[in-house]
């Protein structure tokens, strides 16, 4: 019991410091009562190989429910006619459509780390696992973005299979439209990468890449989609070949059990997202253009002056001259303000220990009720943390008495609306 006791502790010390900090990490979120309820269902401990219908097991009958709801639902959010819920990760869902559309040697383009791009995009990720060749787009110092006469010649030039957009470090949309016909004369698939904008572009708020010029758009169902960790794949896919394609590389080939619980709890986000997503995104998109203004008010050096700051959940904030991302990022962590170190674009890529600067996302304190006058006190309290070198402990109070009104989740259903516990279990 010692081990498992220690364990239990510590979950239940984690939920403790994160409930009494401000989680501000751009990639995570928090689930619904109703979603986080699925997650303890029989669900978890089952299996349910191939499709709905076309299983590979018995007892599927309420899981193939639940799946085809799901697909139902991502559809009608994402306004799109294929989706794939399978996958267990953002990382799998890319890896999958490079399976399904790019073979070991042949090249696809993307952005480097430094301007933002995913590791899964790279040699050394998931591009590499697949052995493709990974050409880096040139970036634009001034729109923060893929240069667009540069994108177009290097597309020209080594006539990827895959032209990979959309970030980890995402401030700006993609210019898709200046160059989706370009991409479409080489005969390359663009994929778009939305794993951390996914709730923005489900609830109308970034651009829409489907509309836009992107084949394919793979994501993460966790970050500003405020679902159970796990990877999702939209698109309109005419040929009947391609889908086929997409669907074998997921099944069988990267993923047996496609974790049913996080199923369940998917279908609880995407309902909850259908109801209430314009409202949460629109929030979000605010919280983060009032959160860079104060920031740049009160000195801190912002990316973006001049475009905005930011259009998406992010804010990308040069703290080199207070000792670079990696202190300051210790620093608020134990004032009890979780963001991370972030390469800034005009890092060196190969440098990612202690990068310029730090990456910070609202969308998980948008989802406790906070608006714009709170993130403007959130900001305050980086300045006290950073540039005044205020007490630590000091800091943290004033965290604390922040948070405390903002502990619930909203933009979604009650929990009082939740079935009796006893029967999910
Ligand atoms: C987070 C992220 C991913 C990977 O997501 P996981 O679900 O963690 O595997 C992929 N691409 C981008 C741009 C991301 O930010």
């Known amino acids: 019991m010692d081990d498992a006791g220690f364990i239990r502790e510590m979950a239940?010390?984690?939920?403790?410091?994160?409930?009494e900090s401000l989680p501000m990490t751009a990639s995570e979120n928090v689930m619904s009562p109703l979603a986080k309820e699925m997650?303890?269902?029989?669900?978890?401990?089952?299996?349910?190989?191939?499709?709905?219908?076309?299983?590979?097991y018995q007892g599927c009958r309420y899981i193939d429910e639940v799946e085809k709801r799901c697909e139902d639902m991502g559809k009608k959010l994402f306004d799109c006619d294929y989706i794939n819920v399978q996958t267990i990760s953002g990382t799998i869902a890319n890896l999958a459509v490079f399976s399904a559309f790019a073979k070991p040697g042949d090249a696809i383009t993307t952005l480097d780390t430094s301007k933002g791009a995913h590791i899964s995009h790279q040699r050394f990720g998931a591009a590499g696992i697949r052995e493709l060749t990974v050409h880096h787009y040139p970036y634009d110092m001034e729109t923060l973005n893929v240069d667009i006469d540069g994108t177009k010649k290097l597309v020209e030039e080594v006539k990827p299979k895959i032209a990979l957009f959309g970030q980890s470090l995402f401030l700006f949309p993609i210019p898709l439209k200046e160059l989706k016909d370009t991409i479409a004369e080489v005969g390359a698939k663009i994929v778009y990468d939305g794993a951390q904008v996914m709730g923005?572009?489900?609830?109308?708020?970034?651009?829409?890449p489907l509309k836009d010029g992107a084949d394919l758009l793979t994501g993460s169902t966790h970050k500003t989609f405020p679902g159970p960790q796990g990877g999702i794949i939209l698109g309109n896919i005419e040929d009947e070949k391609e889908k086929k394609k997409?669907?074998?590389?997921?099944?069988?080939?990267?993923v047996s059990n496609h974790h049913l619980h996080r199923l369940a709890a998917l279908g609880i986000t995407l309902a909850e997202e259908l109801a209430f997503g314009r409202d949460y995104a629109r929030q979000i998109v605010k919280n983060a253009k009032a959160f860079a203004q104060s920031l740049h008010e009160l000195g801190f050096g912002v990316?973006?002056?001049?475009?905005?700051?930011?259009?998406?959940?992010?804010?990308a904030v040069d703290v080199k001259k207070y000792g670079g991302g990696n202190l300051v990022a210790e620093r608020l962590e134990r004032c009890g303000i979780i963001v991370n170190k972030n390469l800034l674009p005009y890092d060196d890529p190969k440098k990612p220990k202690n990068p310029s600067g730090i990456r910070i996302g609202?969308?998980?304190l948008a989802r406790t009720g906070m608006k714009e006058s709170e993130m403007r006190r959130v900001a305050e309290l980086l300045k006290e943390a950073v540039m005044d070198e205020k007490d630590e402990d000091a800091v943290k109070k004033e965290v604390i008495e922040l948070r405390r009104d903002f502990r619930r989740v909203r933009y979604c259903f009650n929990e009082e609306d939740a079935y009796s516990y006893k029967k999910l279990v």
């Open 12 to 19: 239940i010390k984690n939920n403790e410091f994160f409930g």
């Open 39 to 56: 997650l303890i269902t029989d669900f978890g401990g089952r299996y349910a190989e191939g499709k709905p219908g076309y299983r590979y």
């Open 200 to 208: 923005l572009i489900a609830g109308g708020e970034f651009q829409d």
């Open 246 to 254: 997409v669907e074998n590389a997921v099944f069988p080939g990267l």
């Open 303 to 315: 990316l973006g002056e001049g475009l905005g700051f930011t259009g998406s959940h992010q804010v």
């Open 362 to 364: 609202v969308q998980e």
